[in-house]
């Protein structure tokens, strides 16, 4: 459930600008382009671990439940990278291996039951990515302290329910919303699908900010993980509805 935890909290404005002087000491800060190629290094190894994940877990027929422990290790490392943020050059590469083994894993089984659904997930993914740095960039949509506010809590809304459900469903209790298949149930979905695209501003502002502020240059593995996180709840959450929509045919 690491992947519920952006607003992003890891690409918070105090991450650029209450970092020590002495950590500029070397002359070297973050860039965009620096930015840009870490983000695209870390995807890339998402996307390979899920692709080496896929074809194992769907050659051997293995059940969703063998997967449940995957994202919690990557809640503990995503702790540690939020707390020991130098360590991020080393551990974000580990995290992203660790979600990629689980991303995979989900979407094959998805997959077996609905044959086309992880490649539209991805392609939506992206899709929607590039439609919101568009607006972004083009300032159609900014990231006002209202916006911001927003969003922020609606993401730690949308997180306790998930953290409460997970909790509850070693009890047996079963949340509502979160697996049904019902108008109720899509809609929550496509709710939080607008909630974690709406975090992809933040991360573009937050990461903007960073690089004007000239902040050091290891926080770009910082700023890469942060925007990570999100793509990877973006696209669980893609996944999780169009599985309901397709369920329901």
């Known amino acids: 459930m690491a992947l519920f935890t952006s607003n992003n909290p890891t690409l918070k404005e105090e991450t650029f600008t209450q970092v020590g ?3 500029l000491s070397d002359g070297r800060v973050m860039t965009l382009n620096g930015t840009i190629g870490k983000s695209a290094l870390l995807l890339a190894i998402v996307l390979t671990f899920a692709v080496l994940s896929g074809n194992i877990i769907g050659a051997l027929g293995l059940p969703f439940e063998s997967l449940i422990f995957i994202p919690l290790v990557g809640v503990g490392l995503a702790f540690l990278i939020v707390f020991k943020k130098h360590l991020a050059p080393y551990v974000a590469p580990i995290y992203c291996a660790i979600q990629g083994l689980f991303l995979g894993g989900i979407s094959s089984i998805l997959e077996a039951r609905f044959p086309g659904i992880a490649s539209q997930a991805m392609l939506l993914t992206f899709t929607v990515f590039g439609v919101m740095l568009l607006l972004y960039s083009t300032r159609i949509i900014r990231a006002t302290e209202r916006f911001k506010s ?3 809590t609606a993401t730690f809304g949308i ?3 998930y953290m409460l459900a997970l909790v509850l469903q070693f009890f047996g209790v079963e949340m509502a919303l979160i697996h049904s298949s019902g108008i109720a149930g899509i809609l929550f979905s ?3 699908v607008v909630i974690a695209a ?3 501003i ?3 502002d937050t990461i ?3 690089v004007n502020y000239g902040a050091p240059k290891y926080l770009e593995w910082y700023a890469a993980f942060g925007l990570t996180v999100t793509l990877i709840w973006l696209y669980i959450e893609i996944l ?3 599985s309901k929509l397709n369920s329901r045919n």
Request: hydrophobic residues 60%; without cysteine; proline residues 0%.
């Open 198 to 200: 709406m975090n992809l």
């Open 208 to 210: 903007e900010q960073g």
């Open 190 to 192: 496509l709710l939080v």
């Open 159 to 161: 997180f306790a329910y």
């Open 21 to 23: 002087a002495g950590e």
């Open 240 to 242: 999780r509805l169009l």
């Open 150 to 152: 927003i969003i922020i």
């Open 202 to 204: 933040l991360d573009f």
